[in-house]
Every structure is written in structure tokens, then in C-alpha cells.
């Protein structure tokens, strides 16, 4: 019997992951541009913000599809999601557009989340929920809605849009605990059955 063979952690899907850890400056970069108010500078931001959000579903389809799945991934990949909306937060609330409440909310619940991951990495990795996809598809779209500059009679989508993020990101992160909790004790009985 041949064992499976295993997955390079240099592949497509990985490679699309570090890219948009690569793209966040770029986009900080284009976002404080002329003072982050020039709207060509604004939407050049958008354009690197939308890119590197793309490559989030594309680097997660690809792994699937092609067997492509590494443990490498399954760490870098949301690190690389929460570098990008952490770093477009702190800049929209640098400059003023979006409250720091809002910022601070997802940014402790993107760190709590990560770091319940390593906590329970020995007793197994916890998967992006479809609660969690939901959860950083409203977040990447109500940024993307902040960064353009749109007319300011919009702002009401651009809040509601932020609100809904909100509400989805403290829900998801309460699921995650519950789930962190339920994988490490499976994996305290596994070892004191064994």
C-alpha cells in the first residue's frame, strides 16, 4: 500500500495567501495617499483591497479542488484575511471615516479567534464556519464601501453594511469559543483513552 503523497507547502494556493499579505501595504500605502482623501488615490485603494479579497475565495477554491490543502494554509490563510481587514480598519479609523469601537470589536475578536486556533492546534484545526465566510465577506464589502469614495448620501449602506460585519463578526467569534472548547476536550478524552 503506497502512502498518499504529500502536499508542497510551496503551492498556488499558498502562494495567492502570501500575496495578499505582500498587497496590505501596498494598500495602506494608496489609502494615506495626498491624506487619504484624493479620490483617485482612494480608488486605486479599492483596486489592491478588491485584488488581494479575491484571492481569499480563489486560493481557498483552488486547495479544495486540487488537493492542495496544507496545514501551512490553513494557518497562513486567515492570517492573511485578518492582516488585511485589521490594516484597512486601523486606516479608515485613522482617518477619521470609521469609529474606533467598530476597529477595536473586529480586531479583538479577529485575535481572540486566532489565538484559540494555536491553543487547540494539538488537538486539531478549527475550519472557517459558514458563519466565518459569511462573517468576512460583509467585513470585505462594508470596507470596500468605506475605502471608495462614494457620495456622502450613501453613507447610510456604508453603516448599515458595517453594522451587519459587526453583529456577524461578535456572533461567529462566540461560535468559534464554543467550538475551541468542544475540539480541546474531544481531544483530552481521545488522550486519556488511549
Known amino acids: 500500500m503506497t502512502e498518499?503523497?504529500?502536499?508542497?507547502?510551496l503551492n498556488i494556493a499558498n502562494v495567492?495567501?502570501?500575496?495578499?499579505?505582500?498587497?496590505?501595504?501596498?494598500?495602506?500605502?494608496?489609502?494615506?495617499?495626498?491624506?487619504?482623501?484624493?479620490?483617485w488615490w482612494r480608488l486605486a485603494a479599492?483596486?489592491?483591497?478588491a485584488v488581494?479579497?479575491?484571492?481569499?475565495h480563489v486560493d481557498g477554491n483552488l486547495a479544495r479542488k486540487h488537493g492542495l490543502i496544507t496545514d501551512f494554509g490553513k494557518i497562513a490563510d486567515p492570517i492573511a484575511d485578518k492582516a488585511l481587514t485589521g490594516a484597512a480598519l486601523v486606516g479608515l479609523s485613522?482617518?477619521?471615516?470609521?469609529?474606533?469601537?467598530?476597529?477595536?470589536?473586529?480586531?479583538v475578536r479577529e485575535l481572540g479567534v486566532t489565538l484559540l486556533r494555536f491553543w487547540v492546534i494539538r488537538h486539531g484545526v478549527i475550519p472557517a464556519s459558514r458563519g466565518g465566510k459569511a462573517k468576512t465577506l460583509v467585513q470585505i464589502v462594508a470596507i470596500g464601501l468605506y475605502v471608495l469614495p462614494l457620495p456622502?448620501?450613501?453613507?447610510?449602506?456604508?453603516?448599515?453594511t458595517m453594522g451587519a460585519a459587526v453583529v456577524l463578526t461578535v456572533v461567529t467569534g462566540v461560535d468559534y469559543?464554543?467550538?475551541?472548547?468542544?475540539l480541546r476536550a474531544r481531544g483530552k478524552r481521545a488522550v486519556a483513552g488511549a
Open 177 to 182: 469559543v464554543i467550538r475551541a472548547f468542544r
Open 16 to 39: 495567492l495567501t502570501m500575496s495578499r499579505l505582500v498587497l496590505v501595504p501596498v494598500f495602506l500605502y494608496l489609502l494615506f495617499a495626498e491624506d487619504g482623501h484624493q479620490p
Open 152 to 160: 456622502s448620501w450613501l453613507d447610510v449602506v456604508s453603516v448599515a
Open 46 to 49: 479599492f483596486g489592491v483591497f
Open 94 to 107: 485613522l482617518l477619521g471615516e470609521l469609529p474606533w469601537w467598530v476597529t477595536v470589536v473586529i480586531a
Open 4 to 9: 498518499p503523497a504529500r502536499v508542497p507547502v
Open 52 to 56: 488581494a479579497s479575491v484571492t481569499d
